[in-house]
Structure formats: structure tokens, C-alpha cells
């Protein structure tokens, strides 16, 4: 399978915990992205890299969120000190700079904060 | 500040016929748009994109129309099937395929 894989698929985590998240791209694949959808909308972006790079994040990203992706591979997404407001699919993409095509997503990971 | 809106939660479709789905956008600085269908527990999937320097673009059974001075896009499928129900959202973004905006999504139910 050579598709954007993404762990875990859930995650239940009580309010205040720490919660890590791993995107594996598609190995040519040097852009990475995270967004984030909750019910009813859709996907918001959170971050990108170029390689190991983090070229933009959004807004969105707040000072309890950090992406990473050390060796322009895979990329984790940690969340601290989690509130319910952070319930929601994240999501992540990958693509070859200089494509004209989309991204490719993976399936996501549902968070749910109790 | 929803940049980028598609108006109609739903739409349901009989089998054969053409689906129309609709999407509206305020930036003039975006100058690419793509479509996504998504499917319960997937990610999104790319389905078609269209630069602003065109007003039309097929693939297949699936036709994106571009009216830059409505600042509006289309997504035409014909005949619809019972595979296309799905979620679908659009897009779009300045500068190329990087930091896309999504609209709210639209649920198209194909009915036999």
C-alpha cells in the first residue's frame, strides 16, 4: 500500500491529556500537510512542510499544538493539555512539489476529548 | 470569514441524471480550485481541478466550470451513479496546489 497512512485511527483521551498523532506520506512525496474537519465543515489547514521544513501554519495552531517531521519523512502532530474543543478528524496529505494534481489524504484520526 | 462556501448541505440525484453541485468563493487572489469526494471514514479524494486561466475542464463522466467574474465554480456529473454518493468539497488556493481552503462539503445521494 503506498498510499498517506495515518495513527492511530481513533483516540479517546481524557481533558488535559497529551495525545500524539504519525502521518506517513507517500515516500516521493516532499510536502506535507495537516488539517483538521470537525462535523459539518470541512477540512481546515493546520500546518505544512517542505521536507523537513515547516513553511506555514495557520492561525488555528495554537501555542498547545506542534508539528514535526524530523527527517523530511513521516511527520507527528502532538497536542498538550487537550480540551473538547480539539475533538475533531485530522487529517493528513501529501504531494510532490510542482504537482497540479490534489493532495493525497490519509483516513484521518478521530480525536475525542472526555 | 468563510472564504470559500457551498450552499446546499444536500443533494439527492436520481441514477442516470446530471448532478450539479455549486460553490462560491470571496478571495479574487485564488487562483486554483479543486474538487474532493469523500467517503464515511476515508480521506478526501482528488477528483478534478481547474486553473482560473480556463472556464472549463473535463475528465470523464466529471466537468468543473469557472465563472471568475461570479466568483463562482460548478462540478457537473452525468449520468450519476450510485458510486458518487458521497461527500464533496470544494477547494481553492493561490499560488498553486499548497494551502488549500475547503468549503463545507456537500452530500450528493444518488438515488436507483
Known amino acids: 500500500d503506498t498510499g498517506v497512512s495515518q495513527d492511530p485511527r481513533h483516540k479517546i483521551t481524557k481533558r488535559g491529556q497529551n495525545v500524539t498523532f504519525r502521518c506517513d506520506p507517500i515516500s516521493e512525496h516532499n510536502r506535507l500537510y495537516w488539517y483538521r474537519q470537525t462535523l459539518g465543515q470541512g477540512p481546515e489547514f493546520l500546518t505544512y512542510?517542505?521536507?523537513?521544513?515547516?513553511?506555514?501554519k495557520s492561525r488555528l495552531l495554537s501555542d498547545r499544538f506542534s508539528a514535526e517531521r524530523p527527517k523530511g519523512s513521516f511527520s507527528t502532530l502532538e497536542i498538550q493539555r487537550t480540551e473538547q474543543g480539539d475533538s475533531a478528524m485530522y487529517l493528513c496529505?501529501?504531494?510532490?512539489?510542482?504537482?497540479?494534481?490534489?493532495?493525497?489524504f490519509g483516513s484521518g484520526t478521530r480525536l475525542t476529548v472526555v | 470569514d468563510q472564504q470559500v462556501k457551498q450552499n446546499s448541505p444536500s443533494l439527492s440525484v436520481q441514477e442516470g441524471r446530471i448532478s450539479i453541485l455549486n460553490c462560491d468563493y470571496t478571495n479574487s487572489m485564488f487562483d486554483y480550485f479543486l474538487w474532493y469526494k469523500k467517503y464515511p471514514a476515508e480521506g478526501p479524494t482528488f477528483l478534478i481541478s481547474i486553473s482560473s486561466i480556463k472556464d472549463k475542464n473535463e475528465d470523464g463522466r466529471f466537468t468543473v466550470f469557472l465563472n471568475k467574474s461570479a466568483k463562482h465554480l460548478s462540478l457537473h456529473i452525468v449520468p450519476s451513479q450510485p458510486g458518487d454518493s458521497a461527500v464533496y468539497f470544494c477547494?481553492?488556493?493561490?499560488?498553486?496546489?499548497?494551502?488549500?481552503?475547503f468549503g463545507q462539503g456537500t452530500r450528493l445521494t444518488i438515488n436507483p
Open positions: 477547494a481553492a488556493s493561490n499560488g498553486g496546489a499548497q494551502k488549500l481552503v
Open positions: 496529505a501529501s504531494s510532490l512539489m510542482g504537482s497540479v494534481g490534489g493532495y493525497t
Open positions: 512542510f517542505q521536507n523537513e521544513a515547516q513553511l506555514e
